[in-house]
């Protein structure tokens, strides 16, 4: 199953809590954040110049925030004091320190890239004061085996995916031009600027090296389902990466959602820059603003979070300690956003598919879709069970299997079910109605069977003992060529001889016979849901069994899988209750 592709543009603090929200939310989401890393100072400043490479720090941090989101049940402390403590080492005995430390957390083989770092020249000029171990070992592996295949390898050691990908491999350093006209040489002096009375006003590139764009950064474009400019210190973060080389042409091309995350607070980089002013910034610079839609935080400074008519705009309320925000509001409301669910004020009723959908197919084997499966299936009973009907075009003997390992007695299920090709209504585990008009006939069943057994050798499966009551015929299991040629053929069958029978390509090895008016639109217009706000949520709703009755709802969402279905849920439910 393909999960959601997010591409995220930041970069240092700015990803925290919305990297850590995200994979919270949605564990399997194909989470990359495209940064630069022209940060250049402390200790990152000193490896730049030893080294001759890009700063580490940005890459550094993004990869122990994911290592920490991904295995927060499982974290190795000396992991974390490897990437995240700094310390002072003695003048002249910086390497042997160094290596005490690794041989403490047990990354003794990473001795090798501490020798190189400390043997060169360059390295003797320099203090070691207030250092981060984790920043010499990156630099001196930089300078030997590149930035992809050293980001590749701390991934592979961290097991998290390779979701770092650089702007540009070009040794950049950035110059901040200031309001009276100084220029600001140092990166490190940029973030502490402090001014609001000499704002900066442009930055300048400079670099001796060529290489352009990384591709990898415009393929994670083009990828993705959703683009997000997050938070993060604007003139050092967030600007170089959208104007170097002008990246933000590639954003302005991306063929998907945008959400802009405001920062929420003043950072010294740009102290008495409002909301709207980095609105205009960026606009000057080029990028279209026109696609996105801004999210500023309510509890932010009150000058991050102006009105402004001329752009989409929303706000929610995401927290804000010491200037971040907290991580579970802030990735609801960019999945709300993301969904459409912000822009829908009132429903009347949820249609949801249930197989692929509530429930995976794959609950047998994969343990992860199985929690989420009875997840879903609880949230739907427990916070919206009013207002949900369930469309399955599967058999309720198979759901009530389901039903039966989630609740002690089926039931207890208080949602209405209409199962059986969507013929049949069944309420707390009660047949209650038949659509007697989507049963197949008596004579078609007799004909077809027969035609299959002596033809092809194969039982098609009816759903009921009742000839009267059949809604559904199941050939299984079936190779997918094996499939299209007996769908064909049983369709072709079915109009010569005049059947009231049509034959579908369903799960992954069925075909399914079903009445040829059959179709969910028929159970929608019986429920006489026209004129009512609905919602339908499914997983074939652009080419498969739920298109039509998609198309006839109010709203309709694609949820890939049951982990998508219950970002979606649990974002409704707390739409109509409050927080859960």
Request: charged share 30%; net charge negative; glycine share 4%.
């Amino acid at each position: 199953m393909e999960h959601l592709h997010i591409t995220v543009i930041s970069g240092g603090s700015g990803d925290n809590s919305l990297i850590k929200g995200l994979k919270s939310l949605y564990p399997h989401s194909n989470v990359k954040c495209v940064i630069n890393a022209y940060d250049s100072g402390k200790s990152t400043g000193i490896c730049r110049k030893v080294t001759n490479t890009l700063g580490v720090s940005d890459i550094r941090k993004n990869h122990i925030r994911m290592y920490k989101a991904v295995h927060k049940n499982n974290i190795n402390p000396h992991l974390l004091s490897f990437y995240e403590d700094r310390y002072d080492f003695t003048k002249g005995h910086e390497l042997e320190e160094v290596e005490q430390k690794l041989d403490d957390w047990g990354l003794g083989f990473f001795k090798v890239y501490a020798k190189k770092f400390f043997l060169n020249p360059l390295a003797k000029k320099e203090e070691y004061l207030d250092f981060s171990v984790a920043n010499i070992i990156y630099a001196a592996m930089y300078k030997e085996m590149g930035y992809e295949q050293t980001n590749k390898y701390f991934c592979g050691l961290l097991d998290i995916d390779d979701f770092v990908i650089l702007n540009s491999f070009d040794n950049v350093y950035i110059h901040a031009h200031l309001k009276d006209g100084r220029e600001v040489e140092d990166e490190g002096e940029i973030v502490v600027l402090d001014d609001p009375n000499n704002k900066i006003v442009k930055l300048s590139y400079h670099t001796n090296d060529d290489y352009g764009i990384n591709p990898r950064a415009i393929e994670a474009l083009n990828e993705a389902d959703l683009i997000i400019i997050s938070t993060g210190t604007f003139w050092s973060s967030i600007y170089p990466t959208l104007e170097y080389l002008d990246f933000y042409k590639y954003i302005n091309e991306a063929k998907c959602k945008k959400i802009w995350v405001i920062n929420s607070k003043e950072d010294h980089d740009a102290f008495g820059v409002s909301s709207n002013d980095f609105i205009d910034i960026v606009t000057k610079l080029g990028l279209r603003l026109d696609d996105f839609i801004i999210l500023e935080n309510l509890d932010a400074s009150d000058i991050l979070k102006l009105p402004n008519d001329k752009y989409r705009i929303i706000y929610k309320h995401l927290g804000n300690v010491d200037g971040k925000n907290d991580k579970l509001p802030l990735a609801r409301a960019i999945f709300s956003i993301f969904y459409g669910l912000d822009f829908i004020d009132h429903l009347d009723k949820l249609i949801f598919d249930f197989d692929g959908t509530i429930w995976s197919r794959d609950y047998k084997v994969n343990t992860f879709d199985y929690l989420k499966s009875l997840d879903n299936i609880h949230l739907l009973n427990d916070h919206l069970s009013d207002m949900s009907i369930i469309f399955s075009g599967g058999n309720y003997s198979d759901i009530r299997k389901k039903l039966d390992i989630a609740f002690p007695h089926a039931s207890d299920f208080k949602v209405d079910v209409w199962a059986d090709a969507t013929a049949k209504l069944y309420k707390e585990d009660k047949l209650c109605q038949t659509m007697q008009e989507l049963c197949i006939s008596p004579a078609d069943y007799h004909y077809i069977d027969a035609y299959l057994r002596e033809k092809y050798h194969l039982l098609a499966l009816p759903n009921d003992k009742d000839e009267r009551s059949i809604t559904v015929l199941k050939i299984k299991p079936l190779r997918h060529d094996e499939r299209i040629s007996l769908v064909k053929d049983i369709n072709n069958v079915a109009r010569l001889k005049n059947l009231n029978i049509k034959a579908h390509i369903t799960g992954r090895t069925t075909v399914d016979i079903l009445h040829s008016s059959n179709n969910k639109t028929l159970v929608y217009d019986h429920l006489k849901l026209d004129g009512l706000k609905t919602l339908y949520i499914g997983d074939e709703i652009d080419d498969g069994n739920d298109k039509e009755v998609a198309k006839r709802c109010t709203y309709h969402f694609l949820a890939r899988d049951v982990e998508e279905a219950n970002i979606i849920l649990k974002i409704l439910i707390e739409k109509f209750e409050g927080n859960i």
